[in-house]
């Protein structure tokens, strides 16, 4: 897509009037805005920034209007598209208001007595019958730390198992791992106001204008302040426009590309030796492996002119300081933990990290994914990363909790799938999050959930995922419920509630709490949620001096915040890893586990959108988002397009291994020639009908970034047909099995 004038105001708010005509047309739309009103201050629940929101209410408690908050440490009195639409989420006309029971294929109301009563028989019914590892929950990102918190305690001291996993499964759980091994810590090093404070900027497998459109704003801000731009990615996104040095790398080598740079810096001794002296071990190995890994070596496998690696390797080992930034085009692949490892290697041997300005910075995509992984929601993990096989943290937490737990990790979201599948995972509870649209291969999920003897969703609205349901429970959105969120920063923000929650509509801690006595269960007793809050800062080292008051006097507090450091920690390894030395850690390159051939001759990658998030279940309620965007599309090379007699937004049929879909086609150079992309925000026309499951061996990340597909046009004039249509025809049944 070409920069426009209306993007570049939206996101560096040059205001000529286009973000405000989000506000404007929600509060005409309420009857606009009186002086009378409220504005109660809270957090953007959408990507992984953390912007502060201020929401407008009436004198009779309803939402009418949306504003940034002018003082916000990151977003700066600026908002996003999403963010101005932030009201549409929540007052659609479809939210579930009181719980729904499935009967002969239709949904009936109940009450909660009812619910709750028939969940929790049915779950003790299962792990009498079946055991503990039976029966798992599946947390959300997109939920406040207090109720992931609950939700890992509700999974260990209720239900006594750590089948306990969530989105980062998809995402960043490369991240935890890889920064773990390199670093100690498996998080962002540094601080959003960094990005005004570096000399150059490495966005790597990630499109900050899209996903994270504030600090891609700030970037572009930077860049155009004097900051050097490096963009490395396989598509031609805005920040590549706009950048003197784009690397666009084939699918998959992002090792090869790194390891070249090693190489090069290593040779001309562009590295910080003094650093590496005193604060890595592995130097000398590390230097051994890439001896003979020449950039010269990796221009086939890269796609990449040696030059342009020579080059990158040297403007970023000499710069005084550089940031790296990166997303799921690094964490996405068979091969993530290994290239979120050799990210570290490269900020390592040149020294940047631990000081302001530099660091290694993943991207995470949605409001409290950060905060869901640092609760523990993870099956090998309790809150604070300490592990569950560790003997004293076992301890600790069977002590603090006065309960036994199990010892040995739980099952991932995708070995819940799988186990489904075989009949030995027989009951599941997820809220917020919707797997059969967000998860790999879709056709497997639906099969894997329809298997359950047991299925309870809690949700704002009837998201493809609550419609397999056996239960669905009406949950309480960020607007209607206090807690926290964790931002991709470390930044740990209050979030306030601002108005009642609709109907019957509660809070996921409280529900949760709710099934736990139903069950038989005091684990979860608390009367509020800074109660949770306090429970779980008493048993998470990071958050040790963190409470809801400090939190709102500073805006937010960025872990780690213990008594050592009670203000947070805007910087991490200033002066040491947590593992005492980094470690250098030589990793190879390896092939893509799905290559193109003469059946599925194209390659298909997956992006995301700057008008939409995740399963679209939140920004598709809003008229104004949904208007800039068709319900699917599917990017494609022009040479590609005419080779095949596809036109413009002219329809297309997109088939794999795995799936089938129809939509329409995009015809731009954004994408080089053989590699087509695709959103996945669309139920209509979803890409997880078409991913791959191959998975990275140590934290079983799919391989969403990449897998081989057949793209043709379909005849003139017709419509795309969306998957709901597509299962309906008999012609298609065996492509939905």
Not at 364 to 393: F, H, I, S, T, W
Request: contains cysteine; aromatic residues 6%.
């Amino acid at each position: 897509m070409p920069i426009s004038r209306r993007f570049l105001d939206s996101i560096l708010n040059v205001n000529l009037g286009f973000t405000g005509e989000f506000q404007s047309n929600f509060n005409q739309s309420n009857g606009g805005l009186d002086v009378a009103n409220k504005l109660i201050n809270t957090i953007c629940p959408f990507c992984g920034v953390g912007c502060g929101i201020a929401l407008s209410v009436d004198e009779k408690g309803k939402l009418i209007g949306v504003e940034p908050q002018p003082s916000h440490p990151i977003s700066q009195g600026k908002l996003c598209d999403k963010g101005w639409s932030t009201a549409y989420a929540i007052t659609d006309k479809n939210r579930l208001t009181q719980p729904l029971k499935r009967i002969n294929h239709q949904f009936f109301p109940i009450s909660w007595q009812e619910a709750l009563v028939s969940i929790a028989e049915e779950l003790t019914q299962i792990i009498e019958y079946s055991g503990t590892n039976s029966v798992g929950v599946i947390s959300s990102a997109r939920a406040t730390n207090e109720d992931n918190y609950a939700a890992q305690k509700f999974a260990r001291a209720v239900l006594k198992t750590n089948n306990i996993d969530h989105c980062a499964r998809i995402c960043h759980s490369p991240t935890v791992a890889g920064l773990k091994q390199s670093l100690g810590s498996g998080a962002m090093t540094n601080s959003a106001k960094d990005i005004f404070d570096t000399d150059l900027i490495m966005v790597f497998g990630a499109d900050p204008t899209e996903n994270h459109s504030i600090l891609g704003g700030h970037i572009m801000q930077a860049h155009l302040n004097g900051c050097k731009l490096i963009v490395i990615d396989p598509r031609k996104i805005r920040l590549a426009k706009l950048a003197p040095l784009h690397l666009q790398l084939k699918l998959g080598s992002n090792i090869a590309l790194i390891n070249a740079m090693l190489h090069v810096i290593i040779k001309e001794k562009w590295y910080d030796k003094d650093f590496i002296d005193q604060r890595c071990e592995g130097f000398e190995h590390l230097a051994k492996h890439v001896e003979n890994i020449t950039p010269i070596s990796v221009e086939a496998i890269t796609g990449l002119k040696a030059a342009d690696i020579y080059q990158a390797a040297k403007q970023y080992s000499q710069a005084k300081r550089a940031m790296i930034f990166y997303g799921m085009g690094i964490t996405q692949y068979m091969s993530g933990t290994n290239n979120v490892i050799s990210l570290a290697n490269l900020a390592l041997i040149c020294g940047h990290i631990g000081k302001p300005g530099t660091g290694v910075n993943p991207l995470r995509g949605q409001n409290n994914v950060q905060g869901a992984c640092d609760m523990g929601c993870l099956p090998n993990v309790y809150p604070g990363y300490q592990n569950v096989d560790d003997e004293k943290a076992h301890e600790k937490f069977s002590n603090a909790w006065h309960t036994e737990l199990a010892k040995a990790p739980g099952l991932t979201s995708l070995g819940m799938t799988k186990g489904a599948l075989s009949g030995e995972f027989r009951a599941l509870i997820l809220f917020g999050e919707d797997p059969v649209v967000t998860d790999p291969d879709q056709n497997h999920v639906k099969s894997s959930l329809k298997n359950l003897d047991l299925l309870v969703v809690a949700e704002l609205t009837l998201t493809e995922t609550a419609k397999l349901a056996d239960f669905v429970l009406p949950a309480a959105s960020f607007a209607e419920k206090e807690g926290t969120f964790t931002n991709c920063e470390r930044r740990v923000q209050k979030l306030n509630q601002v108005i009642a929650p609709v109907g019957q509509a509660k809070g996921d801690w409280q529900w949760l709490q709710a099934l736990a006595k139903q069950m038989g269960s005091e684990q979860l007793n608390w009367s509020n949620s800074q109660e949770v809050f306090n429970e779980m800062t008493a048993l998470t080292p990071p958050y040790q001096a963190m409470n809801y008051q400090k939190i709102e006097d500073d805006y937010g507090l960025q872990w780690p915040c213990t008594n050592d450091s009670p203000k947070g920690t805007a910087i991490l390894h200033s002066t040491i890893f947590p593992i005492g030395k980094a470690r250098l850690i030589a990793v190879n390159h390896s092939d893509i586990d799905e290559m193109p051939d003469k059946n599925f001759p194209l390659q298909l990658t997956t992006n995301r959108l700057h008008f939409h998030y995740g399963c679209g279940s939140m920004t598709r309620n809003s008229p104004l988002l949904e208007r800039e965007i068709p319900a699917g599309i599917l990017f494609i090379n022009p040479i590609d397009a005419n080779n095949l007699h596809i036109s413009h937004q002219g329809a297309v049929s997109v088939k794999s291994r795995r799936g089938y879909l129809e939509t329409r086609a995009m015809i731009t150079n954004d994408v080089p020639v053989g590699l087509v992309s695709m959103p996945y925000h669309f139920k209509e026309a979803p890409s997880n009908q078409l991913t791959n499951t191959a998975q990275d061996p140590i934290t079983k990340m799919p391989e969403l970034k990449a897998c081989a597909v057949m793209v043709a046009a379909l005849a003139q004039g017709q419509i795309p047909k969306t998957i709901e249509q597509l299962q309906q025809e008999p012609k298609h049944e065996n492509l939905f099995t």
